[in-house]
């Protein structure tokens, strides 16, 4: 969790820009202190997840180190952010051992493998981790299909319940401290920025990550693991439908919709997560937190196994490697769902309701005033949100 020195250090670095606005339009960050006289610690955990790290502000600062006012909101924003999926997770158990640790994921993951081995021995013995399956319900003659839709159950309801848990304790501390509203306005602006990666954008021109060169490529990077993943689930969902209503069981052949929808997802997340740990590779250390930078190059890694487990596993589905595959696949299935509320997982849903308590803030501060003078309301202009 965030340490009080570091939220402290946060406050002055935020007065500092708030003294200097050379930043100001740059991103959501710098327009949201802008809205504020001064910052509290859940100020600080609001901006953190507000940030994208395009590092756009840094780069612009005339007053980082060496300078005595060390401004480095990147570095500080990323430490904070690294906080706050331990801060936010439930059970807190679970928090230092799967999220602090970047083994936690690879551990996870080997016992993932075992549970699937054994799940596969048991239901279906030694025929079904290594014998060749083939025909309708060949994924089900290594593996029951009851136990397997058991044991993703249980762990989706666990992976959702721990972001909902995290995604209430989060929005409790950031939301409005003058009790206004969420209004759907509010939700629909929000989605659209996170869905559009607005803010790596930097209005064009891109942001300046690995480098001080801008660049629109880690945006693309992004898009592509963000959408593939969400052809995956669309796969996922879309399998489910013939499945368990049409009653046409996996695997299908390599034109049906499930399995193009899945192979496009796979590609896009593995594309994608191998072009943003090149630009990790390539990032000024000195700019981020090295712990936050393993955490994020461990997720992107965690991601990157899921895909390529699943691409090789298509490729050899008719072959008597196929139950060993499975199992692999399942077993980092699995290991990504179970550690999924404590790791880098979770960011995407805080940085969600991030942008959309800053939709909130961008439709307060834009309002109308209208002050009296006699009998007559006179429009003096826009209201400031944290100032009105």
Same mark, same amino acid.
């Given at each position: 969790?965030?340490?009080?020195?570091?939220?402290?250090?946060?406050?002055?670095?935020?007065?500092?820009?708030? @003294?200097?606005?050379?930043?100001?339009?740059? =991103?959501?960050?710098?327009?949201?202190?802008?809205?504020?006289?001064?910052?509290?610690?859940?100020?600080?955990?609001?901006?953190?997840?507000?940030?994208? #790290? =395009?590092?756009?502000?840094?780069?612009?600062?005339?007053?980082?180190?060496?300078?005595?006012?060390? %401004?480095?909101?990147?570095?500080?924003?990323?430490?904070? +952010?690294?906080?706050?999926?331990?801060?936010?997770?439930?059970?807190?158990?679970?928090?230092?051992?799967?999220?602090?640790?970047?083994?936690?994921?690879?551990?996870?993951?080997?016992?993932?493998?075992?549970?699937?081995?054994?799940? $596969?021995?048991?239901?279906?013995?030694?025929?079904?981790?290594?014998?060749?399956?083939?025909?309708?319900?060949?994924?089900?003659?290594?593996?029951?299909?009851?136990?397997?839709?058991?044991?993703?159950?249980?762990?989706?309801?666990?992976?959702?319940?721990?972001?909902?848990?995290?995604?209430?304790?989060?929005?409790?501390?950031?939301?409005?401290?003058?009790?206004?509203?969420?209004?759907?306005? #509010? !939700?629909?602006?929000?989605?659209?920025?996170?869905?559009?990666?607005?803010?790596?954008?930097?209005?064009?021109?891109? =942001?300046?990550?690995?480098?001080?060169?801008?660049?629109?490529? +880690?945006?693309?990077?992004?898009?592509?693991?963000?959408?593939?993943?969400?052809?995956?689930?669309?796969?996922?969902?879309?399998?489910?439908?013939?499945?368990?209503?049409?009653?046409?069981?996996?695997?299908?052949?390599?034109?049906?919709?499930?399995? $193009?929808?899945?192979?496009?997802?796979?590609?896009?997340? $593995?594309?994608?997560? %191998?072009?943003?740990?090149?630009?990790?590779?390539?990032?000024?250390?000195?700019?981020?937190?090295?712990?936050?930078?393993?955490?994020?190059?461990?997720?992107?890694? @965690?991601?990157?196994?899921?895909?390529?487990?699943?691409?090789?596993?298509?490729?050899?589905?008719?072959?008597?490697?196929?139950? !060993?595959?499975?199992?692999?696949?399942?077993?980092?299935?699995?290991?990504?769902?179970?550690?999924?509320?404590?790791?880098?997982?979770?960011?995407?849903?805080?940085?969600?309701?991030?942008?959309?308590?800053?939709?909130?803030?961008? +439709?307060?501060?834009?309002?109308?005033?209208?002050?009296?003078?006699?009998?007559?309301?006179?429009?003096?202009?826009?209201?400031?949100?944290?100032?009105?």
């Amino acid at each position: 969790m965030e340490s009080q020195e570091l939220l402290d250090d946060g406050k002055r670095q935020m007065r500092l820009c708030n @003294a200097c606005r050379y930043c100001e339009g740059y =991103c959501a960050v710098w327009q949201s202190i802008e809205w504020r006289r001064d910052f509290t610690d859940n100020d600080m955990t609001y901006l953190a997840n507000l940030c994208h #790290d =395009c590092r756009d502000c840094y780069h612009a600062c005339p007053f980082t180190t060496p300078h005595e006012f060390g %401004i480095n909101p990147p570095k500080l924003f990323a430490e904070l +952010r690294e906080g706050t999926y331990r801060k936010y997770a439930s059970p807190r158990i679970f928090a230092k051992a799967l999220g602090e640790k970047r083994s936690g994921f690879w551990i996870t993951f080997f016992f993932g493998i075992i549970l699937m081995v054994a799940l $596969i021995l048991g239901t279906n013995g030694t025929s079904g981790l290594l014998e060749a399956q083939a025909g309708s319900g060949a994924f089900y003659k290594s593996m029951s299909e009851a136990v397997m839709i058991i044991v993703f159950l249980a762990l989706g309801i666990w992976m959702v319940g721990g972001w909902l848990t995290g995604m209430s304790r989060f929005w409790k501390d950031i939301k409005s401290a003058k009790s206004e509203k969420i209004i759907g306005k #509010d !939700i629909v602006t929000g989605t659209k920025y996170a869905l559009s990666l607005r803010y790596l954008g930097g209005e064009g021109a891109g =942001c300046n990550y690995p480098t001080e060169e801008p660049s629109t490529i +880690r945006r693309k990077f992004h898009h592509l693991v963000s959408y593939g993943f969400m052809l995956d689930l669309a796969s996922t969902a879309l399998g489910a439908f013939y499945a368990h209503i049409l009653n046409i069981p996996a695997p299908y052949p390599v034109y049906h919709p499930v399995v $193009i929808l899945g192979t496009l997802g796979g590609i896009g997340i $593995i594309i994608g997560t %191998i072009g943003l740990l090149v630009l990790k590779a390539k990032s000024d250390p000195e700019i981020s937190d090295e712990k936050a930078a393993k955490s994020g190059t461990s997720f992107i890694v @965690a991601l990157l196994v899921v895909a390529v487990t699943g691409m090789i596993l298509l490729l050899a589905r008719e072959t008597a490697a196929m139950g !060993i595959l499975l199992a692999i696949h399942l077993g980092s299935v699995a290991a990504l769902f179970f550690t999924a509320p404590y790791t880098k997982f979770a960011h995407f849903v805080y940085r969600y309701l991030a942008l959309i308590r800053y939709a909130q803030e961008e +439709r307060i501060a834009h309002q109308p005033v209208e002050v009296k003078v006699g009998t007559q309301p006179v429009n003096t202009g826009t209201k400031v949100a944290g100032k009105h």
